[in-house]
Each structure stands twice: as C-alpha cells, then as structure tokens.
C-alpha cells in the first residue's frame, strides 16, 4: 500500500504554524486583570460567561448551551447548579461564587431573558446560542487583552484554570476529578498534567 506524505500531496499539515498540546490556565492575577477590563468596558455579557466558565469548569460545548433555568429562578441565581453533560452524558456539579452570580444576575437583568431563553445567546441569527468557534475567538480576546499570547490559550483555559489552582492549594486529586465530571482518575492526572508540573517543581526545590 502506497502512503503519500503531506509534501507529495501539495497538503498543508492542519497544526501548521500552530501550537499543539494542552492550553493553559489562567493565573489568578490573569483571571483578575481579564475581570477587571470586562467591567471598566460594562461588557456584561462578556463579564458572566468569564465568571461563569471558570466556576462551572465546563466544556465549551455544554457551557454555550446554558440556558437561565440551568442557573437561575428569574433573576435569583444559585449557588450550585447541576447540568448533563454532552460528551459523557452524565451529570455534573459546580459551585456559582456570589461575584459569578452578580454577573449573572445582571446580564440577565440587561438582556430580558426568560427562564426558557440561552443565557448566552447568539449575535449571528443561524444560531440560538452563542457557538463553540464564537467562544474560542471570545477567550482569545480576552487573553490577548492582558498581553498574553492568544496561541497559548483556548476554550479547555477556562475548564482548566479553577481546578488547576484547587490543585496547587489541596493536591487532591478525587476532588479535581469530581469538579471535572471525569469518570477515571487517569484522565485527570492527563488533564492537569501534574506528573510533569510536579516532577519540575520537586526539581526546581532541590539543589545538588
């Protein structure tokens, strides 16, 4: 059987110029320079889906289709919410934090949604919600706002940024896992990344 490779074919490679490998998380002094531009620029919008895809930790398939009745009763918000998810079709737990909630509250307030409407709802009249691609281009916006560099951050930087920190205060693993929805622990490690994050941090302390 005869292979041809990218070059033989005249294919440009997909990853082409681009960064491959897991996106990082924000920093807490990261997370708070985005929070604070949002508010000084009164882009509510913008604000609650930030708050809100740190604390919910979801993937961005399952957080663009949020709908007001997931997180709130009118303009009353929860303190936890509990929503299916599409990849693993089980259900998954997190905390709404008050700052979050004051977000939300008020971009609900803003925008007239019902119970029954996408929290986040698109601009692009094809769609009901906001998309995947119009939230990727949303977080790099932000990120590339406080000077970062767009190519090292995407959408799993804002699934990744609360554990990440959980895991450097706790080292508790079960509790990530759980936050995360993963059903094996395995994945979480790989997701995190800690075993090489670890091993340097165990390397950089030790002096020979």
Known sequence: MLYLTYKSRNVTPWNKGKLIGQKLPLKLKEIWAIRVRL?????????????????????CC???????????HGLQVSKRAIVMQQK????VQFEITEQT???IAH???????????????????????????????????????IGLDANEYGTHTMRRTK???????TKNLRAIQLL??????ESTVRYLGI???DALEMAEQTEV
């Open 39 to 59: 508010q000084l620029a009164c882009k509510l919008r913008d604000l609650a889906l930030f708050n809100l895809a740190i604390d919910s930790k979801l993937r």
């Open 62 to 72: 399952d957080l663009v289709k949020l709908q007001v009745k997931d997180v709130a």
């Open 88 to 91: 693993t079709l089980k259900p």
């Open 101 to 103: 909630r004051i977000s």
């Open 107 to 145: 971009w609900i307030k803003r925008a007239e949604l019902s119970n029954a409407d996408y929290l986040f709802k698109s601009r692009c009249c094809k769609s009901l919600h906001l998309s995947t691609r119009q939230y990727a281009k949303i977080v790099k916006a932000w990120v590339a706002s």
């Open 163 to 169: 554990v990440s920190l959980i895991y450097r205060r």
């Open 180 to 185: 995360l929805g993963h059903t094996k622990l």
């Open 195 to 197: 075993e090489v994050d």
